[in-house]
C-alpha cells in the first residue's frame, strides 16, 4: 500500500509504502523490482531509507523517457 506520493522534480518520484516484510529484510543500496501484472514490465525501484519496526519503506524511481 503506498502511503505517501510526493514528485521531487520532473524525473523522481519519492514513494513512502506500507512493506513489512520488505522492511524487516532492506538493506542499504538495495533496490526492489515491482510488476504491475505477472507479464508485465518489471520498475526497479531504489530503496531510499526503511522502518524495520514500522514496516515501511521509502523509494525512489527516476523517471525514464519514452521515445513516440
Aim: net charge positive; charged share 40%.
Amino acid at each position: 500500500r503506498i502511503v505517501k506520493k510526493e514528485r521531487l522534480n520532473p524525473t523522481v518520484t519519492k514513494m513512502v509504502i506500507d512493506a513489512p516484510f520488505i522492511a524487516k529484510k532492506a538493506e542499504p543500496g538495495q533496490f526492489i523490482i515491482l510488476r504491475a501484472l505477472e507479464d508485465s514490465e518489471r520498475i526497479p525501484l531504489t530503496i531510499a531509507d526503511y522502518d524495520r519496526e514500522g514496516g515501511r519503506v521509502k523509494l525512489s524511481d527516476a523517471a525514464r523517457k519514452m521515445k513516440k
